[in-house]
């Protein structure tokens, strides 16, 4: 086995895969980066690559945006974290703009998706508690769900590869297929605290709850005085050319996960609800140390300056109708490397006939960084400051792969 150390450009040093000192949780690439420029990624060895993963959708301004860049460095240079003993001015103007921006009232921080996955289930779960009905703690959620890898996140998604060898599994998450309206009816009971959506499933293959679908959620737990809770890990801060997905439906949630997207690259995420849901998270029912630091909620505030900015989701939904367009082409021209193209906004997905994860790697090659999900799908979720130009670069190099897949299947048959 190779051991040595490799120099790279600007005096970084990689140990072979096999020989990393990380626990091998993740099968990684063999590819690290130097730097990023907007939608680009410059590796170690100085290729440049285009960025159509932005950090699994968290770079929504790209890499080293000069606002972001700006108000992180600032901000480090005058105090970075105090502890939620204390007010934390920075942290309570993120909260009142998400709540003026959306159906919440209150919010509370966190420094990813699960943790803010963690905070939706416990306050749905409190919610009926105070009310009196402490019994009403399930939740219902959906096949191909995924929330996160804590031990509730992995229970509620329900995937039998993430909680296998991990002990009994958190009680509480009744699965029903998704999207089938009849069996959420049926699941609920006497003990149903709420039902756990994701508006569009993300790592579950790009699969988009239809707005009709979300409205009925709704209505169900109008009906029988449970929970609506929308996991926008993914799906949120513009990704799919409104702030958040659920606003196509014209529906709103009591509880929302929200990360990803929302610090731009600095772990930040939060659980916004409505006051009447929060009843229940009163002072000392939850915590965090880190959770909306002046350092994580001051990018908070910076990256809402831009997806808020005029003009900011118009070009996301601009851009997304002509990445649509040209994958449907590449899609007719190839039928034997790309089934099916799926998506809103920026959260495009390609039902692949081919391995996805053997084309994510011909992409790669092709200077195309994309990410993988389920259903062999592929997942193309570039910053959401791309415009045509992008577009049309993405598009060559999957044209270019799919080719190269086309070809090697006429000479197979
Ligand atoms: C990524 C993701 C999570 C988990 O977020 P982490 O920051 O990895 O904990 C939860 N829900 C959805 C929909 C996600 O995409």
Same mark, same amino acid.
């Not at 044209?399 to 086309?406: D, G, L, N, P, W």
């Given at each position: 086995?190779?051991?040595?150390?490799?120099?790279?450009?600007?005096?970084?040093?990689?140990?072979?895969?096999?020989?990393?000192?990380?626990?091998?949780?993740?099968?990684?690439?063999?590819?690290?980066?130097?730097?990023?420029?907007?939608?680009?990624?410059?590796?170690?060895?100085?290729?440049?690559?285009?960025?159509? #993963?932005?950090?699994?959708?968290?770079?929504?301004?790209?890499?080293?945006?000069?606002?972001?860049?700006?108000?992180?460095?600032?901000?480090?240079?005058?105090?970075?974290?105090?502890?939620?003993?204390?007010?934390?001015?920075?942290?309570?103007?993120?909260?009142?703009?998400?709540?003026?921006?959306?159906?919440?009232?209150?919010?509370?921080?966190?420094?990813?998706?699960?943790?803010?996955?963690?905070?939706?289930?416990?306050?749905?779960?409190?919610?009926?508690?105070?009310?009196?009905?402490?019994?009403?703690?399930?939740?219902?959620?959906?096949?191909? #769900?995924?929330?996160?890898?804590?031990?509730?996140?992995?229970?509620?998604?329900?995937?039998?590869?993430?909680?296998?060898?991990?002990?009994?599994?958190?009680?509480?998450?009744?699965?029903?297929?998704?999207?089938?309206?009849?069996?959420?009816?049926?699941?609920?009971?006497?003990?149903?605290?709420?039902?756990?959506?994701?508006?569009?499933?993300?790592?579950?293959?790009?699969?988009?709850?239809?707005?009709?679908?979300?409205?009925?959620?709704?209505?169900?737990?109008?009906?029988?005085?449970?929970?609506?809770?929308?996991?926008?890990?993914?799906?949120?801060?513009?990704?799919?050319?409104?702030?958040?997905?659920?606003?196509?439906?014209?529906?709103?949630?009591?509880?929302?996960?929200?990360? $990803?997207?929302?610090?731009?690259?600095?772990?930040?995420?939060?659980?916004?609800?409505?006051?009447?849901?929060? $009843?229940?998270?009163?002072?000392?029912?939850?915590?965090?140390?880190?959770?909306?630091?002046?350092?994580?909620?001051?990018?908070?505030?910076?990256?809402?300056?831009?997806?808020?900015?005029?003009?900011?989701?118009?070009?996301?939904?601009?851009?997304?109708?002509?990445?649509?367009?040209?994958?449907?082409?590449?899609?007719?021209?190839?039928?034997?490397?790309?089934?099916?193209?799926?998506?809103?906004?920026?959260?495009?997905?390609?039902?692949?006939?081919?391995?996805?994860?053997?084309?994510?790697?011909?992409?790669?090659?092709?200077?195309?960084?994309?990410?993988?999900?389920?259903?062999?799908?592929?997942?193309?979720?570039?910053?959401?400051?791309?415009?045509?130009?992008?577009?049309?670069?993405?598009?060559?190099?999957?044209?270019? #792969?799919?080719?190269?897949?086309?070809?090697?299947?006429?000479?197979? #048959?």
């Amino acid at each position: 086995m190779n051991t040595s150390l490799k120099a790279v450009p600007g005096g970084t040093k990689v140990e072979p895969n096999s020989h990393s000192a990380m626990m091998p949780t993740y099968a990684r690439a063999e590819l690290a980066f130097e730097r990023g420029e907007g939608p680009w990624l410059v590796s170690t060895e100085g290729r440049r690559y285009l960025d159509f #993963a932005a950090g699994i959708a968290v770079n929504v301004a790209g890499h080293a945006h000069p606002h972001l860049v700006k108000a992180l460095t600032e901000q480090a240079n005058k105090l970075w974290h105090v502890s939620n003993v204390y007010r934390i001015p920075e942290g309570e103007k993120l909260a009142r703009r998400l709540t003026d921006l959306t159906f919440a009232d209150v919010v509370f921080f966190t420094n990813s998706g699960a943790e803010a996955l963690e905070c939706a289930i416990k306050t749905a779960r409190k919610y009926h508690a105070a009310n009196g009905n402490p019994e009403r703690y399930r939740l219902i959620t959906f096949e191909g #769900a995924f929330h996160g890898r804590t031990l509730a996140t992995i229970a509620a998604g329900g995937q039998k590869k993430y909680l296998e060898g991990f002990g009994p599994a958190v009680e509480g998450f009744d699965q029903v297929p998704f999207g089938d309206h009849k069996a959420v009816e049926a699941a609920i009971g006497p003990e149903t605290a709420g039902i756990l959506v994701e508006p569009i499933q993300g790592e579950g293959g790009v699969r988009v709850l239809p707005p009709q679908c979300l409205r009925g959620l709704r209505e169900l737990c109008d009906k029988h005085g449970i929970l609506l809770v929308l996991d926008e890990v993914q799906s949120g801060v513009g990704r799919t050319g409104k702030l958040f997905a659920h606003e196509w439906s014209g529906i709103t949630p009591d509880i929302m996960a929200v990360a $990803k997207g929302i610090g731009g690259g600095f772990p930040i995420g939060a659980c916004l609800a409505t006051r009447e849901a929060a $009843k229940g998270m009163v002072a000392g029912s939850h915590g965090s140390t880190y959770g909306g630091n002046p350092l994580a909620t001051t990018v908070g505030n910076a990256v809402l300056d831009l997806v808020t900015a005029p003009g900011f989701l118009e070009n996301v939904s601009r851009t997304s109708l002509l990445l649509t367009q040209r994958l449907a082409e590449l899609k007719d021209r190839f039928p034997g490397v790309i089934a099916d193209v799926r998506g809103t906004g920026l959260l495009m997905g390609l039902k692949m006939v081919v391995p996805n994860t053997e084309f994510v790697a011909a992409l790669r090659d092709e200077g195309l960084l994309t990410v993988g999900a389920g259903e062999n799908v592929i997942r193309l979720i570039p910053p959401l400051i791309i415009g045509e130009a992008e577009v049309r670069a993405a598009t060559e190099a999957i044209e270019r #792969a799919a080719t190269k897949f086309a070809a090697k299947a006429s000479t197979a #048959a």
